[in-house]
Every structure is written in C-alpha cells, then in structure tokens.
C-alpha cells in the first residue's frame, strides 16, 4: 500500500494530485511541518522523513522522499496511467529533464523572486518563465500533445507562485487547461486536514 506522508499547501499537495491523475489506491496521513512563514506546529514525530519534510511515500516499507524522486517512482510505477514516457521513448530525455529542471532550477529561481526588490526581478526567475513559456508555445503540455506527470509538477508549482506569473499568454492559459482537470479538483478536496 502507498501511504503519503502530506501538509496542505506544500510541496506533497503536488503528489496527491499525481496519484489522482494515476488512479492508483493510497492513503494519506496528515502530518505538521513549519511553513516558510513561520506558522505549523513544526515536526511531527509520525514523520518518516529523514528531516521531517514532505513529501514522503512510503511503499509498504520502502520510503521515498525528494519530489521529483517520489513523482519519477510513483509515475515509473504506474506505467499503465501513460504519465511517463518508458525507457526508450524519445519523449523520456525530455521529460526527466523537466522533473528534475522543476525541483534544482524553478524552485530557487522562485526562492530568490521572493527575495528579490519589486523592481530588480531576479534574472534566474525571469529566464526561467521565458523558459516555460517558450515550451508552452507548442502546448497544450510540456510534451506537445502528451500530459506527463512533469505537468502535474510544474502546473501546482506555477499556481503555488501564480502572483508572480504574467497575468497573460501561456502560463495562465496553461493553469485553467489543468484547473478543469477532475484529478487536479479531487486533489484539492483532499489537500486540507478533513474536520474532525
Ligand atoms: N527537496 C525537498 C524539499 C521538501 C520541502 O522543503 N518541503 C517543505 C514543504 S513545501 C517542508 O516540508 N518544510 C518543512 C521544513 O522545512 O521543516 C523536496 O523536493 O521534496
């Protein structure tokens, strides 16, 4: 059994969202992590994370940690869903190359945006959009014709940091094609601790 270690509005909302697209069983368990600004009741003991972040996936007892580790794993696995292009296929290269590029190169250029003065945009930040947006003039995803689970990673990273997106062209036409997505809308009824 799959159990996802997951905190609403984090990075593990991604994977609930990608084991929605690929429909195969999990369960989830709430855990508390601190947030960037400060709120969250910081680590949880139930946590098998080694530093008590999420995500975390355990596969009965296999644990699997670092997002594009966990959304390369759960995808390979579920191979039937089609999400990931196999070994062999020409759309794999690049569809490796964004899982990873989404995790070592996005998130720091969306960090140090963050960072930046209003009128300063970070050139990393920057150069990173015009990269998107360039992959997306074909669309309507990342692969042409073909939803892969890089669009689940990189779609909830774009609506996470969707204030600092252009307000036109293909990034938000991008967000509303995955909005309409069923997976994307049962992801988000489950991303928020179920009231007691
Ligand atoms: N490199 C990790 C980063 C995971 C991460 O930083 N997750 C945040 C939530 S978005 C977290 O758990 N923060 C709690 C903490 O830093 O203690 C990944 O890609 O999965």
Redesign the pocket.
């Known amino acids: 059994m799959l159990t996802l270690f997951h905190?609403p509005?984090?990075?593990?909302t991604r994977i609930i969202w990608l084991l929605e697209e690929l429909g195969v069983p999990y369960q989830l368990r709430y855990v508390t992590?601190?947030?960037?600004d400060g709120s969250?009741d910081?680590?949880d003991a139930a946590n098998p994370?080694p530093?008590?972040?999420?995500?975390a996936l355990l596969d009965d007892a296999i644990l699997v940690?670092?997002?594009?580790?966990?959304a390369t794993y759960l995808a390979d696995q579920a191979d039937g869903a089609g999400l990931a292009p196999w070994i062999g296929d020409r759309d794999r290269g690049p569809y490796l190359t964004w899982l990873s590029w989404i995790?070592g190169e996005f998130?720091p250029a969306i960090g140090a945006r963050l960072g930046a003065p209003e009128a300063d945009p970070e050139p990393a930040f920057t150069a990173a959009v015009a990269r998107i947006e360039r992959a997306l003039a074909e669309g309507p995803w990342l692969l042409g014709e073909r939803f892969s689970a890089a669009d689940v990673m990189l779609g909830a990273t774009l609506a996470w940091a969707q204030h600092l997106m252009p307000r036109d062209g293909a990034i938000p036409a991008y967000l509303a094609r995955l909005s309409q997505r069923p997976a994307f809308q049962r992801a988000m009824t489950r991303d928020a601790v179920p009231a007691a």
Not at 9 to 12: E, N, T
Not at 51 to 55: F, G, N
Request: proline residues 8%; positive net charge; charged residues 35%.
């Open positions: 905190a509005r984090s990075r593990s992590i601190r947030y960037r969250g910081g680590p994370h530093d008590k972040k999420v995500p940690t670092e997002s594009a580790a966990v995790e998130g």
